[in-house]
C-alpha cells in the first residue's frame, strides 16, 4: 500500500471528487480525516464505506472559510491519528453565475473565501503538524481559461490557488511537496447544478477522449500526487481534461 500508516485530511469530501479520493487514499492504507460542510448523510456514507473495506476514516463538520473551523478539522485528525501527512484541499464551489454588473462585493469575498481562503487556512493550520508529505490543491481549467459565462469570481479565485501552489512549493520545499490539479467537464454536481446539458454534450463531442471526466479519474492523480511515486514533483498544476485545453 502506497500511504500504509499515512494521515490524510480531505476536505469537501462528502461527494463527488472528494468521496473519490478519500476512499482512494484510505484504499492505499492512509487514515482519512472526512470534513464537509452541508451533507452529513455524504460524509457518513463516505466513512461507511472506507471502514467497511477495513479502512480508518472519521467525518466532521466545519466551514472551511473560518478560523474556527478550520482548527477543529486540523485538531481533531491529530487527536485520533497522531499527524499529518497528506491534504486534499478539495472544499470549493462556484456558488452562482454572475456578470461583474450583478456582483456585490458580498458575492466576491464569499467566492474568495470559500476558494482560495479556505486553502490557505488548511495549510497554515496542518504545517505545524506536518514532518513532510503532500499537499494537493484542487484549481480548475477555469484558473486557465477564465471559466464560462459568469463564472470569472470562480475563476480568479482558481488562478490564485494555481499560484499559491507555486509558491509554497518553492517555500515548503523540499520537506513537504505542494501540487494542484486543474479539472476540466468532470461528472459531478458542481455541473448537474451551473452546467447545461447541451455544454456538456458539447464538450463530449468536441474532447479527443470524447467523454466527460469521473470523479476517479481525479482522485487516481490525487493520489499519485500523494503518494512517493511522483516524489520529484512539485509546484505542478496538472491539466485534467480530456485533452480539450493545454497549458
Not at 85 to 106: F, P, W
Request: proline share 3%; hydrophobic share 45%.
Amino acid at each position: 500500500m502506497k500511504l500504509q500508516g499515512k494521515t490524510a485530511i480531505v476536505t469537501g469530501g462528502g461527494r463527488d471528487i472528494g468521496r473519490a479520493c478519500a476512499v482512494m487514499l484510505a484504499r492505499e492504507g492512509a487514515n482519512v480525516a472526512v470534513n464537509y460542510f452541508a451533507s452529513s448523510k455524504g460524509a457518513d456514507e463516505t466513512v461507511a464505506e472506507i471502514k467497511a473495506a477495513g479502512g480508518n476514516a472519521f467525518a466532521l463538520q466545519g466551514d472551511l472559510s473560518k478560523p474556527e473551523g478550520v482548527d477543529a478539522l486540523v485538531a481533531a485528525t491529530v487527536a485520533e491519528y497522531g499527524a499529518v501527512d497528506v491534504l486534499v484541499n478539495n472544499a470549493g464551489g462556484l456558488i452562482a453565475r454572475k456578470s461583474i454588473q450583478e456582483m456585490d462585493l458580498d458575492h466576491w469575498n464569499a467566492v474568495m473565501d470559500l476558494n482560495l481562503t479556505s486553502t490557505f487556512l488548511m495549510i497554515k493550520a496542518c504545517l505545524p503538524h506536518m514532518k513532510s508529505g503532500a499537499i494537493v490543491n484542487l484549481a480548475s481549467q477555469a484558473a486557465r481559461d477564465g471559466g464560462g459565462p459568469g463564472s470569472f469570481a470562480y475563476a480568479t479565485s482558481k488562478g490564485a490557488v494555481v499560484t499559491l501552489t507555486r509558491g509554497l512549493a518553492k517555500d515548503l520545499g523540499p520537506e513537504i511537496r505542494v501540487n494542484a490539479l486543474c479539472p476540466g467537464m468532470v461528472d459531478t454536481d458542481f455541473h448537474n447544478i451551473h452546467t447545461k446539458p447541451e455544454a456538456r454534450k458539447g464538450f463530449e463531442a468536441s474532447a479527443p477522449l470524447k467523454r466527460q471526466g469521473v470523479p476517479d479519474d481525479v482522485a487516481n492523480l490525487v493520489l499519485f500526487l500523494a503518494c512517493d511515486d511522483s516524489a520529484f514533483i512539485t509546484g505542478a498544476n496538472v491539466d485534467i481534461n480530456g485533452g480539450m485545453l493545454f497549458s
